[in-house]
């Protein structure tokens, strides 16, 4: 008779599979994993590299040479070309946040008094130009301020001169507040959704004007809204190259324009500058945010 | 200033669009009473509170708090305030910076500020609980503070939206004699809306009862109970039997009601009804009687029924019984005895005699 026996499964597929059942860690580290090397990969490794390069010197091919050096760190706090792009970028990042700041709240508040139906359709409206390439929306700007461009028709045909738009830091900030004022409705529109209205009523029954029923009741409670959109409007606004160089030309310099320029502009790029450059910026941002939040926010939460 | 009137409304009317909410509505709130408006959703009692309170403008229509009418000042600038169905406390702030919200707006020096607030918090039973936040706190706490934010500010009017109904039984019987309590120590006017009529009944010195935009009776919990004016008020505050008909017969007190299957039932009436005219009887069931036996020749209001169905309450027994052909009448009797026999209570099928008397009855026209 043959009796068939099955044979034994392996002991090494089941020691894997076993393992993962009973380990709790090794099931997390399975789930992290991924997501860790990827992480480690792309983002890690990257700037460790960049921080290896800033303190290295440039060379006159462009290669780099390994010497290491302070230099770079000292160029960037001490020549004026750089310091006057900081202070630049920085009063462009400030006034772009105010500004979408001042247009931003009141717009996300009118769309959150209006019926449901019609909330939808503005908050579509808002994120249309998503839809749209952020380049080729920029590239409109330029040929509705450009000299013989929509405004400038507009303003001859009523009798008035020619003005100078385009390549002005006016067009950058309002190249720039048209791109990231969505960023800024969204945040502060969904802090606003959550906010109970009667609570001004009961601010308004107590004595407080309008006025002072924003400062004390409204403004403090969608506080983490206006913080999340400042921040969003801020930080990308400050490494902006895009918008700086197509409606600002030469005359508005940033610190993203300098950063291309020297990672690839410039004969020869200068790498170790440019990650110099990038990290202090990195620090200087991190910094900003930490403290922004700190101060806005309500410890507790 | 006492035995003044603290509110007028004067034939006020607000409409949303197409939707009339209050409907020529006119009330003298007196200084001092606790006054409350009652009715059912959507009858205008909240809409008429918002107005009082300015978070809502009458389209027609004058309100004037002690005289001096105030229906379009906006509400920061009245005397008055609100404590909400949902007690709208700001969640920022502590339980003093709520309290004492109201007089930083008034510009009230700190010193005082500090004191009153601490008054505030004593007399709703919240000494100590300055420097928690509102989602700390039970709902019956945050009531209470809601109370005292509200009254630190000595308003002529206190103006209260259903403030009871997020709280659980137990819990809103005892808030209903502390609120009665504290404002009769307080003295000052108190404007309460609800829709739950115990409540109305158990702490107001007078009910306005709404409906429908409109107001129906105006007076004390009695007048409101033993005296309405209508069906709707007789239907909504407690419970009674309607019967209708023609009147047949009346003068200047009372009033006969034949049915159309020939029931003759006489009521009180509050003026002389014309004959003929369409007319129901209101007789509430705590006020009619059952017996076995007969009731002697000539009292009034006497038919012979038969017991359709027994409901044993347990403080009291509720009996429906049949009257004429298809009408079901209510009786309640209190079980005045203590006994478990059996035949000691009506049974399903007995037949018995219901009467009631003469001024337990109502002859209603609307």
């Known amino acids: ?301 | 200033m006492k035995d003044g009137i603290a509110i007028e409304m004067r034939d006020v009317v607000k409409q949303f669009g197409e939707v009339v909410a209050v409907d020529h509505v006119n009330m003298n709130i007196r200084d001092g009473e606790f006054f409350s408006m009652l009715g059912p959703s959507g009858c205008g009692k909240t809409t008429s509170l918002r107005m009082i309170a300015g978070f809502e403008y009458p389209s027609a229509g004058e309100i004037c708090l002690n005289g001096q009418p105030i229906g379009h000042t906006p509400p920061f600038q009245r005397n008055v305030n609100t404590v909400f169905q949902s007690y709208a406390l700001f969640p920022h702030m502590t339980v003093a910076e709520n309290v004492a919200f109201g007089l930083e707006m008034k510009k009230v020096p700190k010193a005082d500020i500090a004191r009153r607030v601490n008054e505030a918090l004593d007399m709703v039973r919240l000494t100590g609980y300055d420097e928690r936040k509102p989602r700390q706190l039970s709902g019956g706490q945050q009531q209470r503070v809601a109370l005292a934010r509200a009254l630190v500010n000595h308003p002529d009017v206190l103006l209260l939206d259903e403030p009871l109904g997020a709280l659980d039984l137990k819990l809103r019987k005892e808030m209903q004699l502390e609120l009665k309590g504290l404002q009769e120590r307080v003295g000052i006017t108190f404007i309460y809306v609800t829709h739950d009529q115990e409540e109305a009944l158990t702490m107001s010195d007078r009910i306005a009862v709404m409906s429908g935009g409109k107001v129906l009776q105006i007076g004390s919990p009695t007048e409101i109970y033993e005296r309405p004016t209508c069906r709707f008020v007789a239907d909504f505050i407690g419970e009674s039997n309607f019967v209708t008909g023609r009147v047949s017969h009346s003068d200047a007190t009372q009033a006969d009601v034949t049915t159309s299957d020939g029931l003759l039932l006489r009521g009180q009436c509050m003026a002389l009804l014309s004959e003929g005219a369409e007319a129901m009887i209101s007789i509430r069931p705590e006020k009619a009687h059952l017996t076995s036996q007969e009731p002697s020749a000539g009292t009034p209001n006497v038919f012979p029924v038969t017991v359709e169905r027994v409901s044993y309450i347990g403080s009291d027994t509720r009996i429906l019984v049949r009257l004429g052909q298809e009408r079901s009448f209510s009786v309640w009797e209190q079980n005045t005895r203590s006994t478990v026999d059996r035949d000691a209570y009506w049974q399903q099928g007995e037949q018995g005699y219901l009467s009631w008397p003469v001024e337990n009855a109502l002859v209603l026209t609307e």
């Open chain 1, 1 to 301: 008779m043959a009796v068939e026996t099955i044979p034994a499964p392996k002991r090494r597929e089941n020691g894997l599979l076993r393992l993962l059942r009973r380990s709790e860690r090794v099931q997390v580290g399975a789930l992290l994993g991924p997501g860790l090397f990827w992480l480690v990969l792309f983002f890690a490794v990257p700037l460790l590299v960049i921080v290896l390069y800033s303190f290295l010197t440039p060379g006159p091919t462009g290669a780099v040479i390994w010497t290491f050096t302070l230099n770079n760190y000292a160029r960037l706090f001490t020549e004026s070309l750089f310091v006057n792009a900081y202070w630049r970028s920085l009063w462009i990042g400030v006034v772009t946040t105010v500004i979408c700041l001042l247009v931003g709240f009141p717009l996300a508040l009118f769309i959150v008094q209006r019926t449901p139906r019609w909330r939808s359709v503005l908050i579509f409206l808002v994120l249309i130009p998503f839809w749209t390439n952020f380049l080729v929306r920029t590239y409109a700007w330029m040929l509705i301020l450009n000299n013989n461009g929509l405004i400038n028709t507009l303003l001859q045909s009523l009798g008035f001169e020619r003005q100078t738009l385009l390549n002005t830091t006016g067009a950058v900030l309002i190249g720039l507040i048209y791109g990231e004022l969505p960023f800024m409705v969204l945040p502060i529109y969904a802090s606003l959704d959550r906010f109970d209205f009667t609570l001004l009523e009961a601010a308004s029954d107590l004595g407080a004007n309008r006025t002072r029923g924003f400062l004390r009741v409204m403004l403090p409670l969608t506080m983490p809204g206006v913080a999340a959109g400042s921040v969003l409007v801020f930080i990308p606004t400050v490494g902006q190259f895009v918008v700086s160089d197509l409606l600002g030309g030469a005359k508005v310099d940033l610190l993203g324009n300098l950063l291309q320029r020297l990672f690839t502009r410039s004969n020869p790029p200068n790498w170790p500058l440019g990650s110099a450059m990038a990290l202090i910026f990195m620090f200087v941002l991190t910094v900003a945010v930490i403290f922004y939040f700190r101060v806005t926010t309500e410890s507790d939460r």
